[in-house]
Nanobody, 119 residues
Framework: QVQLQESGPGLVKPSQTLSLTCTVS??????????WSWIRQVRGEERELVAR???????DYGESMVGRVTISRDDMKRTVYLQMKGVNAEDTAVYFC???????????WGKGTLVTVSE
């Protein structure tokens, strides 16, 4: 059974860089035909795309993320990374890892990790 585990600092100070990691364990994912994403949800709001990276390495970013977010992946380690520069209070949210395996037609979500931006 595929499981996604997000990890991060929990608390980040304003203007600092946030780094998140999501690692897949168990099961099988067709890495050559899968899209890996970071999705976040601010309390009381809908989930929004932070970034996604396709199997060819091409990346898309949410509108408000361009220029300060970088997503990368290591298929051998079955891990996807996210870096967000210059965080502020509006970046406080639960960050989810999400994978779409287009070959198998399956979708997987992590349980999410809460990131709080505060002094």
């Amino acid at each position: 059974q595929v499981q996604l585990q997000e990890s991060g600092p929990g608390l980040v100070k304003p203007s600092q860089t946030l780094s998140l990691t999501c690692t897949v364990s168990g099961g099988s994912i067709t890495t050559s035909y899968s899209t890996w994403s970071w999705i976040r949800q601010v309390r009381g709001e809908e989930r929004e795309l932070v970034a996604r990276i396709f199997s060819n390495g091409h990346a898309d970013y949410g509108e408000s993320m361009v220029g300060r977010v970088t997503i990368s992946r290591d298929d051998m380690k079955r891990t996807v990374y996210l870096q967000m520069k210059g965080v502020n209070a509006e970046d406080t949210a639960v960050y989810f890892c999400y994978i779409e395996d287009e070959f198998r037609g399956e979708k997987f979500w992590g349980k999410g990790t809460l990131v709080t931006v505060s002094e």
